[in-house]
């Protein structure tokens, strides 16, 4: 099973950009597509963006497209989420978690979620 730490939130001014890490442990990290999801407060978790085992392809929701990138470092068994351009509505405890990829619809694996980090966006 793979173990994760995620990192890097904080608090930043709207317009402005964070870095995501998400660590993983386990030799089999290289071998899952993984994704970022977020919650915000009083609502449902939801989908960010995904990358697949490879690093070629990936997938983002409406909402962050063309603001956020996800890549990955499978030397490094790391996740990444590059957020740019940070307004309000994207304050939330963000999650990496492995994911059966879909360029339209990916889902978590498993019930397991990791504590996650803080993105608060000041307006």
């Known amino acids: 099973q793979v173990q994760l730490v995620e990192s890097g939130g904080g608090l930043v001014q709207a317009g402005g950009s964070l870095r995501l890490s998400c660590a993983a442990s386990g030799r089999t990290f290289s071998s899952y597509s993984m994704g970022w999801f977020r919650q915000a407060p009083g609502k449902e978790r939801e989908f960010v963006a995904g990358v697949t085992w490879t690093g070629a392809r990936t997938t983002y929701a409406d909402s962050v497209k063309g603001r956020f990138t996800i890549s990955r470092d499978n030397d490094k068994n790391t996740v990444y989420l590059q957020m740019n351009s940070l307004n309000p509505d994207d304050t939330a405890v963000y999650y990496c978690?492995?994911?059966?990829?879909?360029?339209?619809?990916?889902?978590?694996?498993?019930?397991?979620w990791g504590q996650g980090t803080q993105v608060t966006v000041s307006s």
């Open positions: 978690k492995p994911i059966y990829y879909s360029d339209s619809d990916s889902r978590p694996i498993g019930g397991y």
